[in-house]
């Protein structure tokens, strides 16, 4: 159970040094600064929130995918916003509010959560067809409750806070993106679902006979993943000030792609936190150079898109038997 | 009808063993429930508003069905072999706009038949490269798929062009304007039925053909059944894989031309996002997500049901804002469904 260094985590760790010393000679001392390594770091929990999901329903196995994410995320925003606007009021009880707004965006997201989870393991649809339904039935209810528009908040301190302020010169965001990456990764480590949810992806037949429950456990997960799409929905309400139900488009890729790279197996029973978080910190870092250089969206999503089929093609593959054949 | 198969079923009183029959049989015959879904979608919008009921309604949804169904055949080959393919719509837009620009700038005069080989070509070109990389990396072919629609149409989007062409070569506008057949209806105003339904029918034909009456055909629903013991029994899995993608490739790559053609105007930003309601209307018709089963039939019923989702809400005054759920409330009844029917059988 010791903490273990293996290929994947010290490539990570590399392409993250990689990329600190890439943006330090391409842009200069600005990029290495406090202030845009604050940026950055405030920058990866809605995607990070989003990669841990994927990765959760990727390990549960038999095709396991939660592409509604992004789409609950944006729900969860959207809904919390749409029935606290008129109860409650952001300008003379911020704090009251702020916490409304969290904890109605998370129970939207257990709720749409436990949506996918009760498709997929009590009816018994494959996660690909239950999540994709579910992400076109969330992102129309938040279409209907916008009516396609998108919902400004405004300046709410508390809420602005998480999205913005730091902790010990940490964003909060981060931080709380932090401890809720140790709590999954303590949970797949230590628990007894952890166990058995990694024991189910690696070969269900067989958890099926060892007596694992294997309906409770994909229920629970998929559960677990809509919480987290809706904490990912509240970072972005609180950063962007804002509520709308196409943001990210792209985010359905990305998250998939961070897992992938992290070295989550798309088969099933294998995932580790600690890459998904060195994965989520070293795209952005990317996302930032390109930005410092001003380097164009539509490259970037070029970019991510040869970076997923790249991370596919190597993650079966073993360099030192290759480089064992070419020395020989 | 009469028939009961379930053995459970014996004690129960007359009707409900006939309701019991009826359920069995269409649970044995997908695309009829599709075309329930249909009839009564219809039935329910034209009581509320006559309008419904108008050649040119009808027109309008064949028009509209005519390049989600040349997509949705290609997604039901792709899913009968047990993958998944969503970058289609990145084929279809980046061959649409690069094929345009070609005519225009290129060879102005030249005539239609080449312009839709020419996008065929092209789109096979991609989508057999799909093929190659699903067999070669051994991933997901979502994964793999939602790789290389980025590329495609990020591609498209930095290097090719992202300006819209506003006048397509001609060959292309006569051919969007062809008209099959010209109604006037009592009011005077005129509606047309474009002659390139008529594509979709050749490519219904021809798909129909290649899975119920050729080898490859056979070995597209084996492999889709269980690609280990296909492999066992001599399929070669790379052929059928390259073979599946870069028919969808094919089929996307005509049905891009047809979009330009239709619409009179290129844009690369067109038909991103489509690909979900496609693979929504193969499933509605009936193919499992798993692979080996699907029928033209069916996918064609299941495009028709879409399309009528997406034209009709108005008509009946339900805002248009309430589309993806009503088709994201049908992708998991129909998937419910046939969970359940794999379950029984």
């Known amino acids: ?42 920058q990866v929990p809605e995607l990070g929130f989003l990669a841990l999901g994927v990765m959760l329903a990727m390990i549960s196995g038999n095709g396991g995918i939660d592409l509604s994410g992004i789409a609950l995320a944006n729900l969860s925003g959207v809904a919390a916003y749409f029935f606290l606007r008129g109860a409650i009021s952001a300008d003379d009880a911020p704090l009251l509010f702020t916490w409304s707004l969290i904890g109605v965006a998370l129970g939207v997201g257990l709720v749409g959560g436990m949506l996918n989870g009760f498709l997929i393991a009590k009816v018994g649809l494959t996660p690909i067809i239950a999540t994709l339904g579910t992400q076109l039935l969330f992102t ?8 396609g528009s998108a919902l400004s908040i405004g300046y709410v301190e508390p809420l602005d806070d998480f999205g913005n302020a730091t902790i010990l010169s940490v964003p909060q965001c981060f931080a709380l993106f932090l401890v809720v990456a140790l709590a999954i990764g303590a949970i797949l480590r230590f628990t007894p679902f952890g166990q058995r949810l990694l024991l189910l992806g690696n070969n269900a037949k067989a958890a099926r006979y060892a007596g694992i429950p294997e309906k409770r456990i994909l229920f629970l997960t998929y559960a677990v993943c809509g919480l987290l799409a809706s904490v990912a929905g509240i970072v972005i309400a609180a950063r962007t000030s804002s509520v709308k139900w196409d943001y990210g488009s792209s985010y359905v890729l990305i998250a998939i792609l961070i897992a992938v790279m992290a070295g989550v197996r798309p088969e099933g029973g294998y995932g580790r936190v600690i890459c998904v978080v060195l994965s989520a910190t070293s795209l952005q870092m990317l996302s930032s150079l390109f930005n410092f250089m001003n380097i164009s969206n539509f490259f970037r999503d070029l970019a991510w898109g040869v970076l997923l089929l790249v991370f596919i093609a190597t993650s079966g593959f073993d360099f030192r038997a290759w480089f064992r054949a070419v020395r020989s | 009808m009469t028939e009961t198969t379930f053995s459970s079923a014996a004690p129960r009183s007359e009707s409900a063993g006939a309701v019991a029959g009826i359920w069995a049989w269409l649970m044995r015959h997908p695309p009829a429930f599709t075309l329930i879904l249909i009839v009564a979608v219809s039935l ?9 009921w108008q050649v040119s309604n009808l027109f309008d949804i064949l028009r509209a069905s005519v390049v989600r169904g040349l997509f949705a055949l290609g997604v039901l080959v792709v899913l009968a072999s047990g993958g998944i393919d969503v970058s289609f719509t990145a084929i279809a837009a980046f061959v649409m706009y690069a094929v345009t620009m070609l005519v225009v700038n290129v060879v102005p005069d030249m005539p239609i038949v080449a312009i839709l080989a020419l996008g065929a070509v ?13 067999h070669a990396l051994k991933a997901p072919s979502l994964i793999v798929t939602i790789g290389t629609q980025y590329v495609i149409r990020s ?24 008209a099959l057949f010209t109604h006037h209806s009592a009011n ?5 039925l474009p002659a390139f339904v008529l594509i979709l029918a050749v490519a219904s034909f021809v798909t129909w053909w290649i899975l119920e009456r050729t080898l490859i055909g056979r070995a597209v629903y084996a492999v889709g059944g269980n690609a280990g013991v296909a492999e066992r029994l001599g399929y070669n899995l790379r052929t059928v894989r390259i073979f599946v993608f870069a028919y969808a490739g094919l089929l996307a790559g005509i049905a891009g031309i047809i979009h330009v053609s239709s619409n009179r105007l290129a844009n690369p930003f067109d038909l991103a996002g489509a690909e979900l309601e496609i693979i929504a ?7 499992r997500i798993t692979g080996g089963s699907g029928s033209v039939i069916g996918t064609l019923l299941g495009v028709v049901l879409i399309t009528l989702v997406s034209n009709v809400l108005i008509l009946v005054g339900i805002p248009s804002t309430w589309q993806l759920v009503i088709v994201g409330i049908f992708i998991i009844l129909a998937g419910a469904i046939f969970s359940i029917r794999g379950r029984q059988s």
């Open chain 1, 1 to 42: 159970m010791a903490f273990q260094v293996d290929r994947q985590l010290s490539f990570l760790a590399t392409v993250n040094v990689a990329a600190i010393v890439a943006g330090a000679v391409l842009v200069g001392a600005s990029f290495v600064e406090l202030y845009n390594f604050q940026s950055m770091a405030s």
């Open chain 1, 140 to 147: 129309g209810l938040a279409i209907v409750l916008t009516n």
């Open chain 2, 44 to 52: 329910v919008v034209g009581a509320i508003n006559t309008d419904f």
């Open chain 2, 122 to 134: 092209g789109g096979a070109c991609f989508g057999g490269l799909n093929g190659v990389l699903v």
């Open chain 2, 155 to 178: 591609f498209l989007l930095t290097f090719v062009g992202t300006a819209l062409f506003m006048n397509v070569p001609a060959a292309m506008d006569a051919f969007g304007k062809l």
């Open chain 2, 188 to 192: 005077g105003s005129t509606s047309t």
């Open chain 2, 281 to 287: 209307a193969v499933v509605l018709g009936g193919a």
